[in-house]
């Protein structure tokens, strides 16, 4: 059992950065692959970035390539998410998740934080 404590969110003007971060606590941290997911109003959540146990691959959607910087620090048992260059259709309510081994395991993540709110304005 693992639990995940997101936060960071906030309003931001387009263009702007925000570094959102996820503590977790319980089982060994390193254990899970980690990801960040979305979910804008009337939208499916979707996924985000994703990171693996030891932080040596990652994975992005096309949508936040070259914008979104996922890492973790193992040591601190925290995984964090740096947006750049936002956009108002980044606006979401962002969850962070732990999956099993590899970034696969992230398409059916085993826990998930609580959310935080993204507001991105034009």
């Known amino acids: 059992q693992v639990q995940l404590a997101d936060t960071g969110g906030g309003l931001v003007q387009a263009g702007g950065s925000l570094r959102l971060s996820c503590a977790a606590s319980?089982?060994?941290?390193?254990?899970?692959?980690m990801g960040w997911f979305r979910q804008a109003p009337g939208k499916d959540r979707e996924f985000v970035a994703g990171?693996?146990?030891?932080?040596?691959?990652?994975d992005y959607a096309d949508s936040v390539k070259g914008r979104f910087i996922i890492s973790r620090d193992n040591a601190k048992a925290t995984v964090y998410l740096l947006m750049n260059s936002l956009k108002s259709e980044d606006t979401a309510v962002y969850y962070c998740?732990?999956?099993?081994?590899?970034?696969?395991?992230?398409?059916?993540?085993?826990?998930w934080g609580q959310g935080t709110q993204v507001t991105v304005s034009s």
């Open positions: 319980g089982r060994t941290f390193s254990s899970y692959a």
């Open positions: 998740a732990a999956g099993g081994n590899g970034l696969g395991s992230l398409n059916r993540p085993d826990y």
């Open positions: 990171i693996t146990r030891r932080g040596g691959a990652t």
